[in-house]
């Protein structure tokens, strides 16, 4: 079964107010059972792949970014993204998924990723998807904001890898289609990609889900119990739809 635990309160959010060939020669190896071998082999090195070869029977997942971490606004909390991600992984790899949140509503890669890093290494989880960058985006687009939020995740993602042995997922950042500060997403956006692509880690997309679509966010009006203290559902925040098409893009990321 997957556990979950909470290590980070919530907090007002800034953004929203404010994964043939015929047998040839008995010597060589057959061009079918080549290309098998060669299958197989890419396979092993999936994510899932490495997970599912760990001797121990139970995994660490912690779950680290903002209020979309925290599951506003699924409809019940066990059917946010993070716990739709910890279901796939135990039903991959046939382990107990131990679910860590560290989210808190509101918050950035500075304010909260940075002084919250050393309580995630401290319990060396195997996987870590790193959710920031809403919420930094409301702040502007100049260099110098850029080049800080920048720095920051890379900061979080080096001490990661130096610190733990965890499969990290980084994720993109999420708006309305219609938000007002999308220009700003696809900014923070093209440097979260670059922190991926400069330190190897996947990176779930999500402005694929929201850019087009305006079913995965709202209505608002509705009250959903497991989040009453951010009041109703809102027009910005991911509502069921957009939960389950951000779990199905983490489940296809560990097929890589």
């Not at 020669?25 to 090195?45: E, F, I, L």
């Not at 899932?48 to 779950?63: C, D, E």
């Not at 850029?146 to 990661?160: G, P």
Request: glycine share 6%; with cysteine.
């Amino acid at each position: 079964m997957v556990a979950c635990q909470k290590t980070a309160s919530e907090s007002s959010h800034n953004h929203e107010s404010s994964s043939q060939v015929r047998h040839q020669s008995a010597v060589k190896t057959p061009t079918k059972q080549r290309r098998h071998t060669a299958g197989n082999q890419k396979n092993s090195n999936t994510i899932i792949s490495k997970l599912k070869r760990q001797t121990k029977t139970q995994l660490k997942y912690v779950a680290f970014g903002d209020s979309l971490t925290v599951g506003l606004f699924a409809d019940t909390e066990p059917q946010d993204f993070a716990h739709q991600f910890a279901n796939q992984l135990q039903k991959e790899t046939g382990k107990t998924i131990q679910l860590t949140k560290v989210a808190q509503v509101g918050k950035t890669v500075a304010n909260l990723a940075l002084p919250q890093v050393r309580s995630v290494i401290a319990q060396q989880p195997d996987v870590v998807t790193i959710e920031f960058g809403t919420n930094d985006a409301v702040g502007g687009t100049d260099a110098a904001t850029l080049d800080r939020f920048r720095a920051d995740l890379t900061a979080v993602v080096e001490q990661l890898q130096q610190g733990t042995q965890a499969q990290l997922i980084l994720m993109t950042t999420w708006s309305p289609a219609n938000g007002p500060y999308v220009a700003n997403d696809q900014a923070f956006d093209t440097q979260i990609k670059a922190v991926a692509a400069t330190h190897h880690v996947p990176v779930v997309d999500m402005h694929q889900i929201w850019e087009t679509d305006t079913s995965v966010t709202g209505p608002s009006g509705k009250r959903i119990p497991d989040f009453a203290q951010w009041g109703p559902r809102d027009n910005f925040h991911p509502n069921q739809t957009g939960h389950d098409l951000i779990a199905r893009q983490l489940a296809q990321i560990i097929q890589q």
